[in-house]
């Protein structure tokens, strides 16, 4: 028989599990429900019974594992049963980056006693300011000189470390750079991170798209113990996802996109080909630096993109499948992109043969000088330093695929199409991200619907 007991707007229910064999005492399994709101004491009280019941089933099935198992225990399970197994290192890494505050927070209550209420004060904490965890921070001493003095070549600190030589330069300027970039520096220099860098903290909120990452997150654990029998409701369905703020995809205009051009062409030469694959492809970052002269076809001026390549300070660099399996997918390029990537390849051919034994051959389109896979933040550092000196403005490698997709769309190519050339799973997906592009598209489309019908009223005259 179950035990019902109200708590503060909940209901615990309780179930006996028979007797203790060393205390004798007797054993409860229980569950802590929670009325949805806008429900009335009548269908309160008849869900409170069906809730019971089915509690009471599975706790005599030996389907409710464990009772007294905590957020922190069945995270560590979760992690190694579901998330090693199922997902992606980046995603993995960015789990185990939320699972920290996470845990801190509620990792210490029993599964089964956490309640909505638990969740809702976990995100009006996080909606504070100052909650963001600090991952930036800047050299506190003059790092040019101390790289002087220690004889250090900047190519060589760059190849060891990893970290791209525009990176290094900015961090020699006092400029903010990530606390992974700084601790791989620090590290290869053989110096304390403490003794080389400072932390930059923020006060600014966290974003709503961060919120949301953590609902995401906590949903995912408590789905998978309801799944494994260990919880008999998920409590993340009783409490409002926090909501996303909507942005709009930053992208260039024609005019921008064409002065980028222009300067491009006194650019080094790799650098011009990789922004102008960016730009003329829509494709990821990591995406354009996994790519392979066999993913090439020059004759049907096509790109097939199947690698991702990746850095994570605990694995380093490594190359895995792009982010969705939609994403494995051929691109067409025109004409002007497959020159550039013929001359590209007589440029490397001869990297090649400068650099001999030393070369390191790995088939990759676009490398550091001596053959071995370019970082996929090194396109990222040159373009920002770049746009600076040519008076451009502020231009990232994701900017350059909003700027391809928005561009297709203004052009009255159909959004399925734009989607298949982005990798996205479903067209939504692409309308969501472009969707004031969409309203000016079907503004023009008005327009030029309102000039045809004026032509026919003038030829009825």
């Known amino acids: 028989m179950a035990y019902i007991e109200k708590r503060n707007g909940s209901y615990r229910i309780r179930v006996s599990d028979g ?33 019971a019941v089915l509690f009471e089933e ?48 509620l990792g210490h209550i029993k599964l089964c006693g956490i309640t909505p209420a638990h969740i809702n004060a976990f995100y009006a904490n996080l909606r504070e300011c100052g909650m963001r965890i600090n991952n930036k921070c800047r050299c506190k001493t003059n790092l040019r000189e101390l790289l002087d003095e220690a004889k250090v070549v900047r190519k060589k600190l760059s190849e060891y470390s990893g970290v791209s030589l525009t990176t290094i330069e900015a961090a020699e300027k006092g400029e903010v750079i990530s606390k992974d970039t700084a601790e791989r520096l620090a590290e290869t220099l053989n110096i304390g991170y403490g003794e080389l860098f400072t932390s930059v903290y923020s006060d600014k909120p966290l974003s709503s798209k961060t919120l949301l990452h953590y609902h995401r997150l906590l949903n995912s654990i408590f789905e998978k113990a309801v799944k494994w029998n260990v919880l008999a409701d998920n409590p993340c369905k009783h409490v ?10 930053k992208f260039l205009d024609e005019e921008q ?56 300070p605990d694995y380093g660099m490594y190359e895995d499948t792009p982010k ?37 051959e790995n088939g990759m389109v676009f490398t550091q000088v001596n053959g071995k896979p370019i970082h996929p ?20 490698p994701h900017m350059l695929r909003h700027t391809s997709a928005t561009l297709l769309l203004m052009q009255g190519l159909p959004l399925k ?20 592009c969409l309203q000016s598209v079907d503004e023009i489309a008005a327009n030029a619907l309102g000039e045809i019908l004026k032509k026919k009223d003038e030829e009825n005259k």
């Open 19 to 51: 007797y203790d064999n060393v205390t004798c005492k007797r054993r409860f399994k229980e569950f802590t429900w929670t009325p949805p709101k806008g429900m009335s004491e009548r269908q309160i009280k008849e869900e409170l019974n069906r809730q």
């Open 58 to 105: 599975k706790c005599r099935r030996g389907a409710i594992l464990d009772d007294k198992i905590t957020l922190k225990q069945f995270a560590k399970r979760w992690r190694s049963d579901y998330a090693e197994v199922s997902l992606k290192k980046t995603t993995l890494a960015h789990y185990d980056y939320l699972l920290e505050r996470i845990l801190d927070a």
């Open 240 to 249: 409002e996802a926090p909501k996303l703020t909507k942005h709009e995809a």
């Open 257 to 312: 996109t064409r002065r980028l051009l222009t300067e491009l062409e006194t650019a080094p030469y790799q650098y011009r080909v990789m922004v102008n694959m960016l730009l003329f492809t829509g494709a990821r970052r990591g995406e354009i630096c996994g790519l392979r002269w066999s993913d090439v076809d020059f004759e049907r001026k096509t790109i097939h993109i199947q690698n991702n390549s990746l850095y994570l």
């Open 324 to 360: 969705t399996q939609s994403s494995i997918r051929t691109v067409n390029i025109p004409q002007e992109v497959v020159d550039l990537l013929v001359e590209h390849r007589k440029h490397q051919e001869f990297d090649r043969r400068r650099f001999g034994d030393k070369w390191t």
């Open 377 to 396: 933040s090194t396109i990222s550092a040159w373009l920002r330093k770049f746009c600076k000196q040519r008076g451009l403005p502020h231009i990232n």
């Open 417 to 436: 199409a734009v989607s298949g050339r982005l990798g996205h799973a479903q067209t939504s997906t692409t309308s969501d991200i472009y969707g004031h």
